[in-house]
């Protein structure tokens, strides 16, 4: 059984931080590796080594693999742990690893590329009785076959372009007599988008919930399941909020979602740890959505609540070790919560925001975690994702979590860039959020800028300060009215 | 004249650089205990409300962060503030130029220049941050000259075009 | 039941920010007070008020109760949390407080006053068949005396002084042959060191375990244990490693120490949190030492073993609520340790090391938490306790707390002041502490001054570093063969 | 001359200013990629290995610190190293002064001037931090002069008593 001892984190920001440090409490040596903007991120800062790749653009840096090896061969790395995004679901980057004789801490190359397809995928789920949306993978090809197939499935159905995602080319359709029309617009809009007026059939799930389950499964054939995570909180379809465990989820069916997860893992021969993504609809109906191979960004929930390390596994496993647990070792323990932080403009319909990290300090405490890529200095550019933390809450219950939230949201200050917290403070008190049953139109639904109505004693602050910032500081003598003042013990250190 | 006035949110302060006295908008003198932490960080207690105030200068305007919402500050001088009033009528209104909201990289353009537009209309798509920002015309009109192309990059608050 | 909604926190430093955290989170609003050097501090900064006590000294600031009282009629609070410290162990500051009709968040002004005097605690207690370390309260009058005493507890005895503590006047004796020669020692080092020459007697406990168990009273009667703490790492008397649960208790000895501080909690009619202090022997006896009316340094570890917020307790049973568990519902999960982080000569006897701080990064991730009460630019001065920072790791098994522990010190980053921290990792690495045998003389028995050895790679990257920050970077076209170099991106900003 | 010696533990090491060139012990150049990050803080790496370095000057000498050790840097110039090879047989060594190793105040006085003292007697106390410190004598002698009184502050390294 190989023990990895050395490891290279193909990533950056707060996943390459992540690893590293689940790496060290397990007596692994960390090597990183960073563009040009990334010489003094945080994870070159704590990993053993740090190797250049030198460049900028993700394709010549984070994406480029003949680099990534060669580091890995001149560092003399046993393994390479590929993260999130990026590399993370390329077969071929599985297969270059292996085939350079280092271990790829992921699932084999072949189970990426099946499941990486959506056609594949469906082909292999569906022979094995798993639930998935109904709809067709191919594009249609006529009026008649879309209105054969809405028939079979029932209305309502969403009409979704072949070429390309984003809510481009996407029409919902409650009744035959609009699908004509539909169509024809749905093509239209897929075609300026994509340059590609294929579209293709789904049944459109009425409010439904965004659940996954995460899975771990050793190379000796156990498959076991750590429960759901919630992540219908989502803006441009990317999550923002999560919870585990999900209101909606009573014991019966989370073991049901749990196995029916198990059997997906089981059918492709999924080895490491993998989350599979569902719809589940007000009836508690669920609908397999795909499978994400690789560690999930919202992970951490998982580790809060089933106090298993997420990273140690997929190490463990890559080594060839046995799961040191079973289905009935792990239990839920309390309620833990997720807020993104990403540098976005929470006012002005999520743009990024660009800058230099200014002042950083995050929140802490009993049942705080965050789990951050950056520092004060930071630039934060537009070359890379811009998800820069995510602060995770653990309490006894759901409502501590939220209200432990509540508090590390606004303990958290970060200057120089906007970010989505005035947003995570939205949702979190939000009665649909508090109450449970939000669903994945939350957004659309819900959303409105977050309330920045200032209050008379904040506007004081902000001017007095703003004021004493151009050094242009009120002389005390000079009026007795005029009170921005400097604390003594500071006058004290000015006058030695 | 040394007085300035600055405006947060609804709320207007007057600054008398001379006297160091600052007012606010019903004519109260202000009140603050005010500790410089860092050049962008302040401390504030307004009558013992304590508040963690951070500047930053990185936007086109001056901002500051309270609670993680960010305020912009609007200063003018009472020149300005005249000028504002005796020139307010003859700001020419019928053309407008967008910005980019962002820094990035234009990667498509939509509409041609000359084409009638509908307010929500996309005109160009920004890409940063691996993602891709469709930048929309916020009135109906005509678009009368593109400022950029693609494969451009952008700064934030670059002209990208005017709608008539 | 009064519903507490403001709260003073009569503190300063971490305790003062960690009882700010579990007010919030019960949507409870807090006031700060502050001396001038802490005017910026975290404290001050995070709470929802804070009001100057003007003044350096504590005696003209945290423990001037005139000021407090005051302050808090001002900013019209309903209740104190003395926090540890301070005033927190004066009755009659308890006693202010009540008088002044506020909550006090701690025991009645009388259970203080009890338990505080030594001699008061052992007469309550013996009454009450608590195990206690057999000897004199009194100071002894005679040789004669002395020499009869001796006799009835057996040898080793401990002649302590009666004026005061901290080692001085203290000496074991083994015979009866070398009492009169100790006593008389003894005395002349109590004479210099207190001005009083009077010394008692204790039974010697050869290499005891420090042990304390944490209570929780409601004022219901309702008293329940939360398992012990192991504090045995200590340097001049002060802990500084501490963990939970310790190594030393089998399930039945957890259950017969808790059951004795339930007893003496109940003896002395006990409310809201406390911690009762044993000397644990090599044969499982353990003796009675002190209560500590208060909240503890190292609850966090208890907190993060048990699953309960302990500040959060205190706050309900101040409101007059019943316990809303049993002490069947309290369960050990996993096990956690604490370092904390005194700025202090960690290779100089623990000289306090006063500075400004320059850096600041704690160590983050899961089962890592960092209770601090320091930021960037906190000046620390002699005038206030030296501890800034407590480190928390808390891991399924020992094994793993203690590999996280070992990655979090490595990871904490602070510039300024020198501090405990290579001394927590050579504990931490230390044989007898990983094998848990150790004892309170683990320090004078194993300390050496942490091994700073430095390697060659370490040495030319602080010498590299520390010509470029002497701004005389070397030039690279000058000589090919230098290479102390500035990375691509720096030098293309710098082009601009 | 601009050459440098730097010493840091074991480790000698030679800058020559003009040239800008490090060379150890051994005479070999030596080689890092350095980012300074703050004024005090920097990131190294030496063959691929990374080191976190901070610079402090609150205290008498310049301090690095890798990985919460300090280690001192002492510099010194080819002429300070002449100086001190020349005058090393000269230098005084009969009387020793002992200096404060932390700020704080002198809460009481042990001994006397002119008193007889063994190596790790008391001589005075220092209060900081709450905390009483003892000031033993390193070495045996007589209490030659005391230069603080009880009630007085001090700062780190100042002069406490001589020994001779």
Redesign the interface.
């Given at each position: 059984m190989p023990k990895i001892k050395k490891i290279l984190i193909a990533n950056r920001g707060e996943i390459a931080v992540r690893i590293h440090r689940s790496a060290k409490e397990m007596g692994i040596q960390t090597v990183a590796i960073f563009s040009d903007i990334d010489r003094t991120s945080p994870h070159v800062l704590l990993c053993d080594e740090a190797y250049p790749l030198n460049g900028v653009l993700s394709s010549e840096t984070y994406l480029n693999i003949d680099k990534i090896i060669s580091i890995a061969h001149k560092a003399k790395v046993d393994a390479i742990h590929p993260g999130y995004g990026f590399l993370s679901e390329k077969e071929f980057f599985a297969k270059s690893v292996t085939d350079a004789g280092m271990i790829f801490i992921g699932p084999k190359s072949e189970t990426i590329e099946i499941l990486g397809s959506k056609t594949t995928a469906r082909d292999l789920l569906s022979k094995k009785n798993i639930p998935i949306v109904p709809g067709t993978t191919n594009p249609i090809d006529s009026l008649e076959e879309a209105t054969k197939v809405a028939a079979e499935i029932g209305f309502p159905i969403l009409i979704k372009a072949s070429g390309g995602g984003?809510g481009k080319g996407m029409r919902r359709v409650d009744s035959s007599a609009e699908l004509p029309n539909a169509i024809e617009r749905a093509r239209n809009e897929a075609s300026?988008a994509f340059s590609d007026d294929r579209v293709y059939i789904e049944k459109y799930i009425v409010n439904p919930k965004h659940i996954e389950i995460q899975i771990l499964a050793d190379s000796k054939g156990n498959v076991i399941h750590l429960g759901e995570r919630e992540c219908s909180i989502q803006r441009?379809h990317q999550k923002v909020v999560e919870e585990c465990p999900s209101t909606a989820l009573t014991p019966e069916l989370r073991s049901k979602m749990g196995q029916t997860a198990v059997d997906i893992a089981k059918a492709a021969g999924y080895i490491n740890a993998g989350t599979i993504e569902f719809l589940l609809d007000a009836n508690k109906n669920f609908y397999f959505l795909e499978v994400n191979t690789r560690v999930q960004v919202e992970h951490p929930i998982t580790e809060m609540v089933y106090g298993i390390d997420i990273i140690k596994e997929q190490i463990r496993i890559a080594e060839g070790k046995s799961l040191s647990f079973t289905q009935n070792d792990v239990k839920i323990n309390g309620h833990a919560i997720e807020s993104r932080i990403y540098?976005e403009?929470y006012?002005?319909n999520f743009?990024?925001?660009?800058?230099?990290i200014?002042?950083y300090q995050p929140s802490e405490g009993l049942g705080v975690r965050n789990d951050s890529g950056i520092r004060v200095g930071s630039e934060i550019t537009?070359?890379?994702?811009?998800m820069i933390a995510k602060l995770i809450t653990h309490g006894r219950t759901r409502d501590e979590a939220i209200e432990k939230m509540k508090r590390a949201?606004?303990e958290?200050?970060?200057?120089?860039?906007?970010?989505t917290?005035?947003f995570c403070?939205m949702v979190l008190f939000h009665p649909e959020f508090i109450n449970g049953n939000y669903d994945i139109n939350f957004v659309a639904k819900h959303y409105l800028v977050?309330d920045?109505?200032?209050n008379?004693?904040?506007?004081?602050?902000?001017?007095?300060?703003?004021?004493?910032?151009k050094n242009?500081?009120?002389?005390l003598s000079?009026?007795k009215?005029?009170?921005?003042?400097?604390?003594k013990w500071?006058n004290q250190l000015r006058n030695e | 004249m040394n007085r300035t006035t600055?405006n947060?949110?609804?709320?207007s302060?007057e600054?008398d650089?001379s006297?160091?006295?600052?007012t606010?908008s019903y004519g109260k003198?202000?009140?603050?205990?005010?500790?410089?932490?860092?050049?962008?960080?302040?401390?504030?207690?307004?009558?013992?409300?304590?508040?963690?105030?951070?500047?930053?200068t990185?936007?086109n305007s001056?901002n500051?962060?309270?609670?993680?919402?960010?305020?912009e500050?609007q200063k003018e001088t009472f020149r300005d503030k005249l000028n504002k009033k005796l020139h307010k009528e003859s700001v020419n209104n019928n053309s407008i130029t967008l910005r980019a909201?962002?820094?990035?990289?234009v990667t498509k353009i939509?509409l041609l220049e000359g084409t009638a537009v509908n307010a929500g209309d996309g005109v160009l798509i920004i890409e940063?941050?691996?993602?891709?920002?469709e930048i929309k015309s916020l009135h109906s009109g005509t678009i009368k000259k593109i400022f950029v192309q693609e494969k451009q990059t952008v700064e934030?608050n670059d002209q990208l075009f005017t709608i008539e």
């Open positions: 984003g300026k441009r540098a403009e006012d002005n743009l990024p925001s660009t800058g230099t200014t002042h537009m070359y890379y994702d811009p949201l606004r958290y200050k970060i200057n120089g860039v906007k970010t917290i005035p403070e977050p920045a109505k200032i008379a004693q904040e506007s004081i602050a902000i001017v007095t300060s703003f004021v004493s910032q242009t500081l009120p002389k000079d009026d009215t005029l009170t921005v003042i400097n604390s500071k | 600055i947060i949110a609804e709320y302060f600054y650089e006297r160091g006295i600052i606010n003198n202000v009140s603050a205990d005010v500790e410089k932490i860092s050049n962008c960080e302040f401390s504030v207690l307004v009558d013992g409300k304590s508040f963690h105030i951070f500047f930053s990185t936007q001056p500051a962060t309270v609670n993680n919402f960010i305020f500050i909201p962002m820094p990035g990289l939509l940063a941050m691996k993602m891709e920002n934030k």
